[in-house]
């Protein structure tokens, strides 16, 4: 198993280095055909901070994180938080980060959330201002 860097994600899926994104591309896809490729969930959350800074749209990062965790032969950790997180991020309005705080919460049993994110605030009853 081998695993793939933020910035190996974001060279193959930006294409903004031509020489390294053919690299990557290589990589991700040889590794992925033997079942050898793990992405970490941090990896994603970084790949997703940077794609929100070059302007995608949500359902662009959201399109981006479904072909991921989508693909054979690729391992994904903390998958399913990951995937709860993603479908929060489409549906709402807070940053996907957020929406990771909140699936790994409610994986391990946690269901209310105190923030002063109030994007986080205006959609989830579960959260509250911590007083």
Known sequence: MIGAD???LVRAFLEDDLQQAKKAERFLNNTAALGEL???SYALLEFVLVLKVKKFSRKEVYEALMTLTDSPGILIGQ???VLNAAEKYIKGQADFGDYMIMAEGENNGCHKLATFDQAILSESKAS???E
């Open 6 to 8: 933020t910035n190996v």
């Open 38 to 40: 793990f992405i970490s």
């Open 79 to 81: 998958k399913e938080i």
């Open 128 to 130: 509250h201002m911590p």
